[in-house]
């Protein structure tokens, strides 16, 4: 039986929270696994405590929040962001000159050089910075540029295809450990990472989320190498097992993104991927990222 999450919502809002100095918004579910839309909120407002709190139990229960239609300048989305949490400072080497808690997602070139990062093709399911030690709490996306077709953005929910693990399985992973690792460049992971140049990390296998408590499957198709303590095979028949379970279509929802939609996810729970798309098409979306904390 799934494990009832912080806030159940309807079509309506979430009914569990005072509406008495609230802003009104309304909460639609996306899918029965992830993610819900939000209406009625002009996101270049100052939100007041009462309305944050009730989004961030809605997002704490669902993981996305999808708000549509914004024209958002970069001060507008880092000051949203602070809503949920301190805005990290990436690390910038596209442009130096750019607010350092801004990354730029996209495809455009300038002189022939990318003017941001992971700008071309499909992007395998993960988790943001998992290969850092205290990998981001959550992303924020906002879309600038979208191409005609493709570049969809699909999410899973790990704490769902935890919930549905035998129980054998589930004591199997209690105390297992994997490491996590990155390049910068690789999109479609086709070998293990080079320890000595790139960033890894070491987290459970199975996360507990700090403000719910509730468990999520913690190891991914892009980043992660290996659980630590097992043979080579075993440890990949066990990852190949436990991917499948987190790309398994009834936990996803697939964002098909519209120019102004702003997106921010739980990375303690919600995994992501990113679609292929025309490489003729430009594409540019502007990320911030919030400060997390060390995986238990």
């Known amino acids: 039986m799934i494990a009832t999450r912080t806030c159940a919502i309807s079509a309506l809002s979430c009914n569990a929270l005072s509406k008495s100095r609230r802003q009104s918004f309304t909460a639609t579910p996306l899918s029965a696994a992830v993610g819900a839309e939000i209406t009625g909120l002009n996101l270049s407002d100052t939100l007041n405590t009462e309305t944050v709190a009730a989004l961030r139990a809605i997002w704490l229960d669902k993981g996305v929040l999808l708000f549509r239609n914004n024209d958002l300048s970069v001060e507008d989305q880092i000051r949203f962001a602070g809503n949920f949490g301190t805005?990290?400072?990436?690390?910038?080497?596209?442009?130096?000159?750019?607010?350092?808690?801004?990354?730029?997602?996209?495809?455009?070139?300038?002189?022939?050089?990318?003017?941001?990062?992971?700008?071309?093709?499909e992007l395998q399911f993960h988790s943001d910075s998992a290969f850092h030690e205290e990998p981001l709490m959550a992303t924020l996306l906002y879309s600038v540029e979208v191409p005609s077709a493709?570049?969809?953005?699909?999410f899973a929910n790990a704490n769902i295809a935890y919930e549905k693990l035998p129980a054998d399985l589930k004591s199997q992973l209690a105390g297992l450990t994997a490491i996590n690792g990155y390049d910068y460049s690789t999109q479609v992971k086709q070998t293990n990472y080079d320890r000595s140049t790139g960033p890894h990390a070491t987290h459970p296998v199975v996360r507990t989320h700090p403000e719910t408590s509730l468990k999520a499957i913690y190891v991914n198709q892009l980043m992660t190498e290996e659980?630590?303590?097992?043979?080579?095979?075993?440890?990949?028949?066990?990852?190949?097992?436990?991917?499948?379970?987190?790309?398994?279509p009834d936990i996803r929802y697939t964002h098909v993104w519209r120019t102004g939609d702003l997106l921010i996810w739980d990375n303690r729970f919600i995994q992501h991927a990113r679609t292929d798309f025309p490489s003729t098409e430009r594409r540019m979306l502007r990320r911030v990222g919030l400060i997390g904390d060390k995986p238990f």
């Open 87 to 121: 805005p990290s400072k990436t690390n910038n080497r596209t442009d130096p000159n750019r607010d350092p808690r801004l990354m730029l997602i996209s495809n455009i070139r300038e002189n022939g050089n990318p003017i941001g990062s992971l700008p071309d093709g």
């Open 150 to 154: 493709g570049g969809d953005t699909l």
């Open 227 to 248: 659980v630590l303590g097992l043979s080579q095979s075993d440890s990949d028949a066990l990852l190949a097992d436990l991917f499948d379970r987190i790309e398994d």
